[in-house]
C-alpha cells in the first residue's frame, strides 16, 4: 500500500525555520511528483509546492517564495520542504501528496492520488 509520512512540524517563533520531511513507501518518489499543501483551521487547503524530482521542476505559491525551499533525496525516497522566516499565517497542518501523473499543479488537489496524515507547524508572533 502506497504511503506518505510527514515529519518535522513543531512550534516556532516568527522568523524562525522548520524542515518538513515526506517519507513515501511503496513507490519512488523519482516517479511521481511530490507536493507539499497546507490547510489553517477555518481557510481552504493551499497548494504551497511541488517538485518532479527526475528533473528538479519545481513550482512555489507566491506567499512562500524566497522563504520555502522543496528537495528531494531520491536514493532516501524522501522529499523536503524547508521552510525559513517562518510567519504566523504559515500555522497550518501540511500534507504531503503524490501525483502520479507529475503534473505539478499546486491548484488541481485531485491531481494528487496518495496524501499523508499531516504534520501541524504553528508559528508564533
Known amino acids: 500500500e502506497v504511503q506518505l509520512v510527514e515529519s518535522g512540524g513543531g512550534l516556532v517563533q516568527a522568523g524562525g525555520s522548520l524542515r518538513l520531511s515526506c517519507a513515501a513507501s511503496v513507490f519512488t518518489v523519482d516517479d511521481y511528483v511530490i507536493g507539499w499543501f497546507r490547510q489553517a483551521p477555518g481557510k481552504e487547503r493551499e497548494g504551497v509546492s511541488c517538485i518532479r524530482p527526475d528533473d528538479g521542476t519545481t513550482d512555489y505559491v507566491d506567499s512562500v517564495k524566497g522563504r520555502f525551499t522543496i528537495a528531494s533525496d531520491n536514493a532516501k525516497n524522501m522529499v523536503y520542504l524547508q521552510m525559513n522566516n517562518l510567519k504566523p499565517e504559515d500555522t497550518a497542518v501540511y500534507y504531503c501528496?503524490?501525483?502520479?501523473?507529475?503534473?505539478?499543479?499546486?491548484?488541481?488537489?485531485?491531481?494528487?492520488?496518495?496524501w499523508g496524515q499531516g504534520t501541524q507547524a504553528t508559528v508564533s508572533s
Open positions: 501528496a503524490a501525483d502520479e501523473r507529475r503534473l505539478c499543479r499546486l491548484k488541481m488537489f485531485s491531481d494528487y492520488m496518495y
